[in-house]
């Protein structure tokens, strides 16, 4: 079993994204990764499924990504025999990993209180959307919610005069999951330290002002930074996006805005503008800002992008293609950073999209497809000691389907 977390034995209770992402962040660290769903299944199975032209339906690649290489025990929990199958799960667990709001954990017996108490050495870890102490510790969220909405980040990119911009689809809860992956492999080393477990949590709403960390930062000091700004107003002209002849978008990334000034100016030669006393220093040029990027953008119009792509990697100009999903794929820098893995399907083998750390000594892998809701369920139960008359007994009780 490859990875660094590999002999870790993880119960998995979560639907949707944030807390399932982390059990598969997890799995492609060398975890073992029982997902526990109800007999219908998480509602990310089903929601963005599509199917091939031939109309052969196939499992919804979203779901798939946050969940692969787990196994599917489904079962009743709200039934004594299903909470005892988790109890039995949990003796034999190293973590536990839910998204659920507390009402229902705590009326399954599996709130952090109890299984702490029971399992000393078990590390807890959750995510919720709005913290676990609060007059809206229970309130529900989806990552547009508590970490896109709410932290501050749709209005820090909102213009003036026009709507909050929506995020894609799982941001919030990719990265609330990695929080929450790094979260559990502390609290797992402290563990190999003193032999106790603990509860780790995170949130959503936590993690969007984590990552709005400068704004949020500055404000705290009586410094509010500015928001929604255009890029016309850009304070500083040399970190800004720019198109090229054929409307395509790059950035510039002269953040050190005098450092990288003179490099800049060689690219677009344009010597004259290292002389010009309006734009002599960053204190300079920010002031006279607005007619410096319209000069730039009339001088960015007359050439492609890969002839302005020599023109900055000659000079050392920092800066970056504004990219579209489809040119990522094709990006071969992608591909030589590690960003996609061959990997199990349920139809085979594919290039997917790796998790995003690398281990030089103990290498993950994708070891499993998605499973199929769940297929590992009389496999799990069996392990755990299950006679196949109690098993019979269950599916006709309907604790199993």
Known sequence: MAGPMRDIRVVEIGVWVAGPSAGAI??????????????????????????RPNGEPVLNAAFEYDNRGKRSLALDIESEDGRRIVARLLERADVFITNMRTKALQRWGLDHETLCAAHPRLVYASVTGYGTEGPEKDRASYDFGGFWARSGIAAALTQAGTPPPAQRGGMGDHTTASALAGGIAAALFERERTGRGQWVSTSLFRAGLFVLGWDTSMALRSFPMPVGYARERAVNPAFNSYQDSEGRWFWLLGLEGDRHWPALVRAVERPDLAEDPRYSSLAVRIQNAGELISLFDGIFATRTLARWAEAFDREDVWWAPVQTTEEVLTDPQAEAAGAFVEAPVPEGTARVLASPVDFSVTPWEVRAPVPELGQHTEEVLLELGYEWEAIIAMKEAGVIP
């Open 26 to 51: 997890l799995s492609d660290w060398g975890a073992e990764v029982v997902k526990v769903e109800p007999p219908n299944g998480d509602p990310y199975r089903w929601i963005f499924g599509v199917r």
